[in-house]
């Protein structure tokens, strides 16, 4: 069931259900992208309407931010529960470890997502890792042709938002890929240069906060996040029930 909160649709899944969706699309011999919002994604897209269609235009869309499930609530229209993109990235490894599967790693700094291969390797011994290339290219067909050469099933794209959703959209299905997740800076977490934050911290919806403490320079972007809480109570609001458009609310 999708749910839609400030202009996104979003599947309304555990990270259990999320998880043995995604295996159903690696499963299946097409093309299909996940994406993973989180409330920076839900205020860009007010002003950039192609995002907005590429993330609608997902197979699979998953609420990546504490910020994205109260809006939710606000909205009227809750959420099951947070799936973080590192966590679903990590259950279509473990299902593509089941299978033997290839791995094709796409972003970050030079030598980021080798290094990050090697630890999931390390991990899912059965995967096979088919390539790896770092996120500083501007020739996009050509890394196209790179990662086709490699014949993917799981696909890793980690160029940020919403360059990486938009390359997903539009050369996604030349790849060969079977799936291709949009996941930010994970493979920072999986090249162990970034740490997650302790479980407890999760618990409690504070990841974003231990973020900040271990990066203060993210004060800037964390300031606005707030903002998606307040566009949420405006268009309850406004509507006075759970939102039916992808109209934003007056500013």
């Known amino acids: 069931m999708k749910?839609?909160?400030?202009?996104?649709?979003?599947?309304?899944l555990s990270r259990e259900e999320a998880a043995r969706k995604g295996a159903e699309l690696l499963a299946e011999d097409r093309f299909h992208y996940a994406v993973t919002p989180n409330p920076e994604f839900l205020l860009a897209v007010e002003h950039d309407p192609e995002f907005l269609s590429v993330l609608n235009g997902a197979d699979l869309v998953l609420a990546d931010g504490i910020g994205v499930v109260y809006s939710a609530k606000i909205l009227g229209?809750?959420?099951?529960?947070?799936v973080p993109g590192i966590e679903f990235a990590a259950d279509m490894l473990a299902c593509l470890n089941e299978t033997g599967g290839r791995l094709y790693?796409?972003?970050a700094k030079p030598g980021v997502a080798r290094k990050a291969g090697e630890n999931i390797l390390k991990q899912y011994p059965n995967i096979t890792l088919c390539g790896t290339r770092d996120g500083y290219f501007k020739d996009e067909e050509r890394v196209l042709l790179e990662v086709a050469a490699a014949r993917p099933d799981l696909l890793f794209v980690c160029l940020g938002a919403p360059k990486q959703e938009k390359w997903m959209a539009r050369w996604g299905k030349h790849t060969g890929a079977r799936l291709a997740i949009g996941l930010g800076g994970c493979l920072d977490v999986f090249a162990g240069d970034v740490e997650r934050a302790p479980e407890s911290w999760r618990k409690l919806g504070l990841e974003w906060a231990y973020r900040l403490k271990k990066e203060p320079k993210r004060?800037?972007?964390?300031?606005r996040l707030p903002l998606v809480l307040v566009k949420a109570a405006g268009q309850r609001l406004k509507n006075g029930k759970p939102e039916e458009s992808s109209e934003?609310?007056?500013s």
Request: charged share 35%.
């Open 105 to 107: 790693l796409l972003g």
């Open 3 to 12: 749910k839609k909160i400030l202009g996104v649709e979003f599947d309304d």
């Open 248 to 250: 934003w609310p007056e």
């Open 77 to 82: 229209t809750p959420l099951k529960e947070r």
């Open 219 to 223: 004060i800037g972007r964390m300031a």
